[in-house]
């Protein structure tokens, strides 16, 4: 799904702030895995807000694997550049966007900083392959992708985030999309009335 924007949902990664991070923040490499990412504004909104509650030597820790099947073989060139039209930026608060963007006048862009861009690796992948692009990730971060499967691939794939994530690490799904009752045994809830889990065992 390639419709997105900067800081959609905020409440998942607001979760993600305020719960994962606490429990991350010491971890030599911090790493998330954002399926579905789209064109980047989702995992750079992640970027963003991880940055702002942490130091910037603290933040050289995080890496976040952006992942979707990117049906246009545009969304790599997208991310790495990191350079988005002003209409796509509107939403972010001014004083975020002075301080981790760039204004381009002449093409009426802006473009991320290269801190940020470093942050974020784009991987073309294929979700229903259930073959994770890495191992030990802190976090997995799946919205809207979801919902898309039929009810047996999405246990297939949720057991498959639960093999990616390490011990005690997040799942955070969209706030409609409910664990399946097939994979409530692989998590904890996190937080009441949200869609945030905690691996079990």
């Not at 997208?78 to 002449?106: C, M, N, S, T």
């Amino acid at each position: 799904m390639a419709f997105t924007y900067f800081f959609r949902d905020m409440q998942t990664i607001e979760m993600i702030r305020d719960i994962a991070l606490p429990t991350l923040r010491s971890r030599q490499r911090i790493d998330f895995w954002d399926a579905g990412c789209a064109m980047g504004p989702e995992p750079y909104t992640l970027a963003i807000t991880l940055r702002e509650n942490m130091s910037g030597m603290l933040f050289r820790n995080v890496h976040i694997t952006a992942t979707d099947l990117d049906g246009s073989n545009l969304f790599e060139e997208i991310i790495v550049k990191g350079v988005y039209p002003r209409e796509q930026v509107e939403r972010i608060p001014a004083e975020l966007l002075e301080r981790h963007f760039r204004q381009l006048p002449e093409i009426d862009s802006y473009e991320i900083s290269e801190e940020l861009r470093k942050s974020v690796r784009f991987t073309r992948h294929d979700l229903l392959t259930l073959k994770p692009p890495g191992k030990d990730f802190g976090v997995v971060m799946c919205k809207n992708v979801l919902l898309h499967f039929q009810p047996d691939e999405r246990v297939k794939v949720i057991r498959m985030f639960h093999d990616a994530l390490s011990d005690g690490g997040f799942l955070a799904m969209e706030q409609t999309q409910k664990l399946p009752e097939e994979c409530s045994g692989l998590f904890e809830q996190a937080v009441p009335n949200a869609q945030l889990y905690r691996k079990k065992g």
